[in-house]
């Protein structure tokens, strides 16, 4: 015989493991960015800013530029760079036409409303600000994935 106290904790756990086993993998992407770059293209937007991010002719530089470059190589994908102030990139996140947005963002963001923010990154700037990166909202694979190799290159 099952005690009462026993029975209603029981149902609880079968019922979360149930619910559970029928997830999909977390973080997710529910848009499929992760799964779209790979093989493909990534879309990044690039506001210029001191130390961080340079433009010339077109060519996008600078310590930000080459992580992004490297994680791009990382899930053999081609970096396609768009240019323009930070408001535009997050407009290019928010409608889906970037997938990641770069420049002199930190932590202390206002368009954390709006898009989603990476952890902050000190070591990615060369004076030790702490810098962030934008991504659209909710797709968390991405975002861990992204986070994941920073870690590794700031750490590396």
């Keep these: 015989m099952i005690r009462p106290g026993i029975r209603p904790a029981l ?7 149930v ?8 973080p997710s992407d529910p848009d499929g960015t992760l799964d779209r770059i790979t093989g493909a293209e990534l879309r990044v937007g690039a506001s210029p800013s001191e130390g961080l991010v340079d433009v010339a002719g ?4 600078g ?11 990382a899930h053999d994908a081609r970096t396609v760079w768009t240019v ?8 290019g996140i928010e409608d889906g036409s970037l997938d990641l947005a770069v420049g002199g963002m930190t932590d202390q963001t206002p368009w954390a409303v ?5 952890r902050a ?3 990615l700037s060369p004076d030790g600000t702490p810098v962030v990166l934008l991504v659209p909202l909710g797709e968390n694979g991405f975002l861990s994935e992204l ?8 750490s590396g």
């Design 114 to 118: 709006k898009v989603g923010v990476s």
């Design 63 to 73: 310590p930000l530029a080459n992580v992004v470059e490297k994680f791009a190589d």
């Design 147 to 154: 986070e994941t190799f920073l870690d590794e290159e700031v």
């Design 19 to 26: 619910a559970l086993s029928g997830c999909a993998s977390i």
């Design 11 to 17: 149902a609880l756990t079968l019922a979360g493991a």
């Design 84 to 91: 323009g102030s930070e408001e535009d990139l997050v407009r």
């Design 58 to 61: 077109g060519d996008v530089s």
């Design 121 to 123: 990154f000190p070591g």
